[in-house]
């Protein structure tokens, strides 16, 4: 079949693709290094004192601002150079959204460590013992990373995260093996917690900001020099790339949807058989991800009922008046109308607060406070995406979903 080997044998402008993947993980982070620093900093301790404190670090930052690939490649270095000097360290990363029970989130702890641990029947709180016995016998401290930790305050029961945290005051261990790296989109879910528990979390507070669309263009200046064939990429690509998502020019500073744009505008640029990836390229991929708002599309597959109904609140406004940005006290109307009509009860004001104050983390809404007006200062609400058809299909649907599960 000569278009298939017509296709495959195309010369393309991709050296090493895999490097454009999301899981991929660059052998340095450029604008991380002093966020390596901290952590190194606090998890001294392990070296200096170990067994006498149970460390804790919290990231938070929006998506795409680094935490996951900045607390992999500590825990991955912090190892190395730990255990040349004689003292063992094992780190686990734990995706909460995947392992979202503390019972998963146990056995991937003991898989990782590759423990044997007899399953069958025991509670978290038991493998957790057994664990730290294995621990105990085998004179190994742990890293465990929690990323999206957020998710797993906010839908697992107050008493698992309780004692996940306060893992000391449960186990009568003379030795603390077991440190933690809290990983978070914002801390507005773990202030929620009580206070006994919310000071075992908040200690070593690292914030990850938003990248600029000067640090997006070192990062995916990396990026092209491992995954493109010499000089396939114009530098004015990646400048317009940077710019376009870079938070100081009013993009979200999200450095995994400037990697997928790059990719995109690659195999762009391969479909029409152009050795060269341009600007045109870099255009025709920032549309089409920003216009299937894929990240958000992403963000939203997750979203608790009440969000979902707060969204889609925001976007029959955005249809109705062709505005795009609504006053909260109009948005709340728009809300509890939307959960009437379908039989919701609707939240209380501070916590539709709290879930745009969310929305507006994960780059779903914008917010900006108006200027003095009629009723004096308000927050003006808008979407952080174009409403298309399929879009709010999907929102619909998601809704649906949860509202079906629930009353089954
Ligand atoms: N400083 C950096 N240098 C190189 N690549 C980076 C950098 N920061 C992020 N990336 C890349 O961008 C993508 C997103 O990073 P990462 O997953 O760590 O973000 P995140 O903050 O954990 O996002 P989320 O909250 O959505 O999980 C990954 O492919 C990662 O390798």
Redesign the pocket.
Known sequence: MDIISSELNAPSVFREKAVL??????K?????EDKIRELTTAFKEVINDPGNTSVRAVIW????????????LFGRSFKEVVNKKGIKVEYVHINCHRQRTLYLLTLEVANTLKLPIPVRGLSSQEVFKVIHDYLDRRNIYVIVAL??FDYFVNTSPQEDVYFLVRLYDELSAAVKRISYIF?A?DLSYINSLDKSVKDHILRNIIE?KP?SSS?LYD?LR??VTEAFQENAVMDETIRYIADVNGFDKGGSG???L??ETLELAGEIADRERSPIVTVEHAKLANSKLNQEASIILDEIGDLELHNLLLIKAVMNLTKRYKDDEFPMGRVEEEYQQVCRDLGEEPRRHTQVYEYVRRLRLMGVLNTRQSGKGLRGRTTLISLAFPVTQDLEDYVNKQIRVRINTREE
């Open positions: 993947s999301p899981d991929y993980l660059p340095r982070l450029l604008h991380r930052g929006r998506t795409g601002t680094g935490k996951t690939a900045t607390v992999k990323d999206e990983i989109r990850f990248y640090e990062i990396d990026r999200n450095a995994r400037s990697i």
